[in-house]
Structures are given as structure tokens and as C-alpha cells.
């Protein structure tokens, strides 16, 4: 989870390239006064950036009325193919797939494969790989979201990972996600008014030390404005700092932050076990 800087008390002299004038000798904080870039007629980014693609599988019961040694042999084609779509591509394609199962953990959906790749093709071969294996013909996708990394404007100038222009996925036993869409009055508030809700919103996440955010956006691509993923070892941790944010400002600008997902990080072979 993304933290301010800690206070420290005011050097006699600030570092070069420092902008003074916060308490405590905290960079002074700054505000996208052009969040939209309309103002200042900013040019499109075509930087390349990391496409996130959180793939949820449902399994049909009748899956397990087959024989054991079937069942085996169907499990190990879909493990062959889903894990070749990573290491029989070139390394420079930055291929990377997570695995979790969620099997008793919800009812909808048995299993999440998050992918991340530079190409939203890539998303593509990966599923078409799959879908050619006998295991996909009792597995159905009830939620498949699409989002793509790029950096806060809310936080570019704090200390603090999950944030940047690279996620690092699956650090944690536990990942939480959930499709997150703002209220239309958030985009009308003024960037001041905005900001000072995410430092307070920022500032309540600092003593949960032990939760990580990924957060991914989906303006355009998908039907969410964002996907929210938390990595954590400690789930009772990823309660109370939610609970907490219920309590910030910001809060009361959500439209829409389900259904939520509680992924138990597993290998692909374990997953896949899970089903029976």
C-alpha cells in the first residue's frame, strides 16, 4: 500500500532540486491542476505500458462424474497449455501469468488466471490456447476484466509501490481484486478538492504495512473505470484497512466496487487439483 514520506525535520539546507515549504521538510505537495489534458492540449502517450487480464473460470459440475484417469489427463493438458503461453515465449515479451484458486472461497467462480502482458493480443493466444484443450469445454468465464497500467496522478510524488508504470504481481499468499468505478460528480470536483481527498485516503492506508495495491485502469477498454488488486499475507489486515476507507471522504464517491474476489495464490497444478 502506497505511504506518504515519513516526516523528517527540515534540513538547513534542502537538496537541490527539492521544492521546500511543507511541514517537517516534506516535499511540498503538488496538484494535476490538467488531469484530462484538455487544458494544455497535452499530447496522446503511446509509451508502451503493461496490459493487466484478471481471466475467471467457473467449472461444470459435470467434470467430476468422469473417470479419475480422464480427469488427470484432461488436468494435465490444460496445465501444458495455459503455462506454454509463458515459457514458450521469447523472454523479451515480459509474459507473466499468476495462478489462484478460489474453490470454496466463492460460489461463481473456481479459479483466476492473472495475466500481464505489453500487447492485449497476447490475451488472445493465451485464451486460444486454452480454449483448444477438453478442460475448457466444462470451464465458462462468468468475469474476465481488461485494464492497463499507467501512473496516479494522485501519487506521483509520495514514496511507495503498486503505483508506478510496472506491476509486481502475486507477492503475496492472498489477492484481493475488484472492478471499481468513481460516481460522474468526482470528475466535476475541482483538482484541489480531489486531491486533498486521495492524501487523506493515502494517509489512512499508512499503518497497513502488510497490504500492497495494484491499481490498473480500464477507461475505454472495459465496462469498469478500474481494477483494484491488493497482494497481502494477512487478510484480516486487508479487512480493517478497508473498513478504514470507508470512513475517508473519497469513499463517497464510489459508484461501484463489486463483486470482490479472495484469490489463494496456488501453482497452476494445485489449482487445478482443487477441481476435483
Known amino acids: 500500500m502506497s505511504r506518504p514520506e ?28 490538467d488531469p484530462s489534458g484538455q487544458v494544455t492540449g497535452r499530447e496522446p502517450d503511446r509509451a508502451n505500458r503493461q496490459f493487466l487480464n484478471y481471466a475467471f473460470f467457473k467449472l461444470d459440475p459435470a467434470f467430476r462424474r468422469l473417470p479419475a484417469g480422464e480427469r488427470a489427463e484432461i488436468r494435465a493438458e490444460f ?45 488472445q493466444e493465451a485464451q486460444g490456447r486454452l480454449n483448444r484443450t477438453r478442460l475448457m469445454g466444462y470451464l465458462t468465464q462468468p468475469y474476465n476484466f481488461v485494464s492497463m497500467n499507467k501512473r496516479s496522478q494522485y ?27 468513481k460516481t460522474r460528480a468526482w470528475y466535476d ?41 491488493f497482494d497481502s499475507d494477512h487478510p484480516q489486515e486487508f479487512v480493517d484497512l478497508v473498513h ?3 470512513y475517508t471522504e473519497a469513499s463517497m464517491y464510489t459508484l461501484q466496487d463489486t463483486p470482490m474476489f479472495t484469490c489463494v495464490k496456488k501453482e497452476l497444478a494445485g489449482v487445478l487439483e482443487d477441481l476435483g
Open 79 to 123: 496445465l501444458a497449455a495455459a503455462e506454454g503461453w509463458v515459457s514458450d515465449a521469447p523472454a523479451e515479451k515480459g509474459l507473466i501469468q499468476r495462478p489462484y484458486s478460489l474453490v470454496g472461497v466463492r460460489g461463481d467462480v473456481d479459479f483466476m488466471l492473472w495475466r500481464i502482458a505489453f500487447d492485449v493480443r497476447e490475451f
Open 155 to 181: 501519487v506521483n510524488r509520495v514514496e511507495g509501490s503498486g503505483h508506478g508504470l510496472e506491476i509486481l504481481p502475486g507477492q503475496g499468499q492472498y489477492l484481493f481484486i475488484y472492478p471499481f468505478v
Open 6 to 33: 515519513n516526516e523528517q525535520p527540515a534540513p538547513a539546507t534542502p537538496p537541490a532540486g527539492r521544492p521546500t515549504g511543507a511541514p517537517g521538510g516534506r516535499p511540498k505537495m503538488m496538484v494535476d491542476l
Open 189 to 229: 470536483l475541482t483538482p484541489h478538492s480531489r486531491q486533498g481527498m486521495m492524501d487523506e485516503h493515502i494517509h489512512a492506508s499508512v499503518p497497513f504495512k502488510g497490504v500492497r495495491i495494484n491499481t490498473s485502469y480500464s477507461y475505454g477498454i472495459d465496462d469498469q473505470e478500474f481494477v483494484v488488486s
Open 244 to 246: 478504514r476507507l470507508r
